[in-house]
C-alpha cells in the first residue's frame, strides 16, 4: 500500500474542492496559489498513484486530454465542446448495463465510462446572445 504524503493529500483535497474535472496542468496551477513548492512532476506521478488506488478517476474525453474527479462514485459526464468543461450529471445510471454486456457479449465488464458531449448551457445562452 502507498503512504499517503502531504502532498497527495494536499492534491487530492484541491481536487476534491473542485467540480471542474480538471487536467493535470489546470490541477497544478491551482495549487501551485497556496503551495508553490509542490512540483509538476509531483501533481503528475500522485494523480497516478491516486487512481491506482481507485480514490479518483480519471475521465476518458473525446478530446484526448485526461480529466480528474475526486468523485468515484458511479456517474456520468457532459463535456462541452465549446467551453471544454467537463460537468457532474445527476442522472439515473443505465439499468444494469455491465450485466447486459456480460450476459450478450461474454465479456467481463470491470468498468465503464459514459461521457456525453455537445454544448453546455451556458455556452448555449452565451451563443444566444449573438444570434
Known sequence: MTRNTVQRQIILDTLRATKTHPTAEGLYKE???NYPSIGMATV????RQLV???TISQIATLDGVARYDGYVEPHYHFHCN???GTFDLEIELFDNIEGTIESKYGFRVDSHDVTFSGVCSQCLTEYSHFC
Open 31 to 33: 495549487i501551485q496559489k
Open 44 to 47: 503528475y506521478r500522485n494523480l
Open 52 to 54: 491506482e488506488q481507485g
Open 82 to 84: 465549446n467551453c471544454e
